[in-house]
């Protein structure tokens, strides 16, 4: 199970950090990315804890993914936020080494305005 948090309004230039709690898995061998989908878009990859996939254009640089092993969480930081970073943030893993992996979080919506 994923359980994403840490959504919120926030004004553009800020910075938020988002949590995505994992049970029921062996963490060490759990690969976990971020995806996010915006209105009227489709779901878009940002990120993941191991490599292999190349995050999108938009976000590289601001975006940064973390893990805590002790609480089983791994964590996106976002900075210098963009109105056009609005949307719905999930958490996705498995243990398959491909993009989109089989379990998904059910989300945590970001609103970035002013």
């Known amino acids: 199970k994923l359980v994403e948090s840490g959504g919120g309004l926030v004004q553009p230039g800020g910075s938020l950090k988002l949590s995505c709690v994992i049970s029921g898995t062996i963490f060490s061998l759990y690969n976990v990315g971020w995806y996010r989908q915006a209105p009227g878009k489709e779901r878009e990859f940002l990120g993941s804890i191991t490599k292999g996939k190349t995050p999108a254009e938009s976000v590289q640089g601001r975006f940064t993914i973390s893990r805590d092993n002790a609480l089983n969480t791994v964590y996106l930081q976002i900075d210098a936020l963009k109105p056009e970073d609005t949307g719905a943030y999930y958490c996705?893993?498995?243990?398959?080494?491909?993009?989109?992996?089989?379990?998904w979080g059910q989300g945590t919506q970001v609103t970035v305005s002013s």
């Open positions: 996705n893993g498995g243990y398959a080494n491909g993009w989109p992996n089989e379990h």
